[in-house]
């Protein structure tokens, strides 16, 4: 699956992934936002299954609710997450290491994520604080 300038929020499942679930599979997330979703597991994006890979590149994968951290992989061998850089990666845990290996994506972050709502425009959208300077225009 290609996620390309999405805004993935506001899902909810009772086991893992609230906004994605890659199982036994590719997925492509890039210049988007995960954010506002529940899971007990890999409440942002969950990737499941030997050989399964997940790639983020230029994203924002935070402010997800639930026991389990934004980005989370299942401990089947092989299964991997890419950074292809410049991403906001908010809670982290053990499967962070693609993210922390790129000197461009911040880690443990909050990016002052608000919920999807109106803000004026011609649709919903997340609004962006500018909290220290992490996300630009």
């Keep these: 699956v290609n996620v390309l300038n999405s805004t993935i929020s506001g899902n909810e499942t009772v086991a893992e992934g609230g906004g994605i679930m890659n199982f036994m599979g590719v997925a492509n997330v890039h210049y988007s936002t995960v954010t506002d979703n529940t899971a007990t597991l890999g409440a942002g994006?969950?990737?499941?299954?030997a050989n399964t890979t997940t790639t983020v590149g230029a994203s924002i994968v935070a402010d997800n609710n639930g026991a389990g951290d934004d980005v989370e992989l299942m401990?089947?061998?092989?299964?991997t997450f890419v950074s292809t850089g410049f991403n906001i990666i908010g809670t982290t845990g053990p499967d962070i290491d693609a993210f922390t290996d790129d000197s461009t994506t911040l880690t443990g972050q909050d990016p002052g994520i608000s919920v999807l709502d109106d803000f004026g425009g011609t649709a919903v959208a997340t609004e962006l604080?500018?909290?220290a300077g992490l996300v630009q225009d």
Aim: glycine share 8%; no cysteine.
């Design 129 to 131: 604080a500018e909290l």
């Design 75 to 79: 401990g089947l061998a092989n299964d």
């Design 45 to 49: 994006i969950a990737s499941l299954n």
